[in-house]
Nanobody
Framework: VQLQASGGGLVQAGGSLRLSCATS????????MGWYRQAPGKQRDMVAI???????IYADSVKGRFTISKDFAKNTLNLEMNSLNPEDTGAYYC???????????WGQGTLVTVSS
């Protein structure tokens, strides 16, 4: 399974970006899909997760600003990011799991840089 993340870029504080993650496998079969962020010199942390039942989970730091969603027509996982601040800077990775005991797949990451 291949995941391809896109949509990153340079944005000023207060701005918005929309990330997308295209997969080579139907997202309708995914158990969990999510976005993770890795800031320079730090570990990779969960940003948002959406389950097969469309339950969403967000990191406290992004609640109310970010929205994770699935576009079944385009077969993509999306992350709408609003009110961005410099602490949101990092490489954003999409993740997908298609079986309870199966592997976890990662995209290559897309870089988001928020300037103050």
């Amino acid at each position: 399974v291949q995941l391809q993340a896109s949509g990153g870029g340079l944005v000023q504080a207060g701005g918005s970006l929309r990330l997308s993650c295209a997969t080579s496998r139907s997202i309708s079969g995914a158990i969990d899909m999510g976005w993770y962020r890795q800031a320079p010199g730090k570990q990779r942390d969960m940003v948002a997760i959406i389950t097969s039942g469309r339950t969403t989970i967000y990191a406290d730091s992004v609640k109310g600003r970010f929205t994770i969603s699935k576009d079944f027509a385009k077969n993509t996982l999306n992350l709408e990011m609003n009110s961005l601040n410099p602490e949101d800077t990092g490489a954003y990775y999409c993740n997908a799991k298609f079986a309870l005991r199966g592997p976890s797949y990662w995209g290559q990451g897309t870089l988001v840089t928020v300037s103050s």
